[in-house]
């Protein structure tokens, strides 16, 4: 079992994979497109968490710069007809804190913009990776609930997507804008800066 590569960045690949050189042999990795992105130059040193995923018919590594990353997508994988293209999917949309919140507040809106995700699995992946989220680390922070059990600052960026959708943004526009906004109530605030980022 591949727990970790470190070693040269020798390529990137169009198939989503990274080729990692460590002592002389080359690692094929896939990764998603915003780790591909960080990894730097080529020629650099690089060091991914790996999860080494086995079939009968094939073994490939999926790369992560942190481990808590590592360990959603592995919890994502032991939900019902999750496979690792859809668990790369929603880590693309919905980084781990991200999801926690998302989970936190039953945000079944969030896990639809992830493409492949419709209402029914979403509803069924909430309550599933509820009880496989409990990771170390990753908490909502300073994030407060509210009397009505929603946290602070997810309603309102649940109401700019809302926003932003009705506006005529698609899924990834909307999910690349509100993906780093800050917790805020001032939902008005908030709805600026997607847009400036879209704008952007």
Known sequence: MIGSV??????RLPSGEVLVEVSGIG????????????LGDTGSEVFLHTHHHRREDAETLYGFTSSEQRMVFEALLSAHGVGPALALGIMSVHPPASLVRVLANDDIDALCLVPGVGKKTAARLLIELKSKLDIPGLDLGATSVSADGHLSGSS???????????????????????KELPDSNDTAELLRLALQRLAA
């Open 6 to 11: 470190r070693g040269a960045l020798l390529e």
């Open 27 to 38: 690692y094929r990795v896939i990764v998603a497109p915003s780790t591909a992105a960080s």
């Open 156 to 178: 309102s960026i649940g109401d700019v997507r809302t926003a932003l959708t009705e506006l005529g943004y698609g899924p990834d526009e909307v999910a690349e804008a509100v």
